[in-house]
Nanobody
C-alpha cells in the first residue's frame, strides 16, 4: 500500500515562503510522475506542479517563477518550495504520485496566506 504524507503547511504572511514536503512509503523511482494539486474553499482542485522520474518539471502559470518542485530520491521525498506567497495561494495542498495503473494521494496540508 502506497502512502504519501505531506507536511510543512501553515500560516504565513503575504510575500512569505513555505516549503512543503511529501514523503512516500516506497521508492519514488517507481512512480512515473509526482506532483502537487491544491484546493481553495469552494473551488475545484487545481494542478500546481509536476516532476517526472527523470527530473523534468512543470508548473501552472499562476505559480510559475514563485514555486519550485524538486525531489530527493535518497529520502523518497518531493518538495514544493513556495516563495512570494499571495492570499490566492491559500488552500489545502495535496501531493500525488502516478504509475501507469494507479494514482495515489496524500491527506493534504493546509496553507493559509494572510496578514
Amino acid at each position: 500500500q502506497v502512502q504519501l504524507v505531506e507536511s510543512g503547511g501553515g500560516l504565513v504572511q503575504p510575500g512569505g515562503s513555505l516549503r512543503l514536503s511529501c514523503a512516500a512509503s516506497g521508492n519514488i523511482f517507481s512512480f512515473d510522475v509526482m506532483g502537487w494539486y491544491r484546493q481553495a474553499p469552494g473551488n475545484e482542485r487545481e494542478w500546481v506542479a509536476i516532476i517526472t522520474s527523470g527530473g523534468s518539471t512543470n508548473s501552472a502559470g499562476s505559480v510559475k517563477g514563485r514555486f519550485t518542485i524538486s525531489r530527493d530520491n535518497a529520502k523518497n521525498t518531493v518538495y514544493l518550495q513556495m516563495n512570494s506567497l499571495k492570499p490566492d495561494d491559500t488552500g489545502v495542498y495535496y501531493c500525488y504520485a502516478r504509475r501507469t495503473t494507479a494514482t495515489y494521494w496524500g491527506q493534504g496540508t493546509q496553507v493559509t496566506v494572510s496578514a
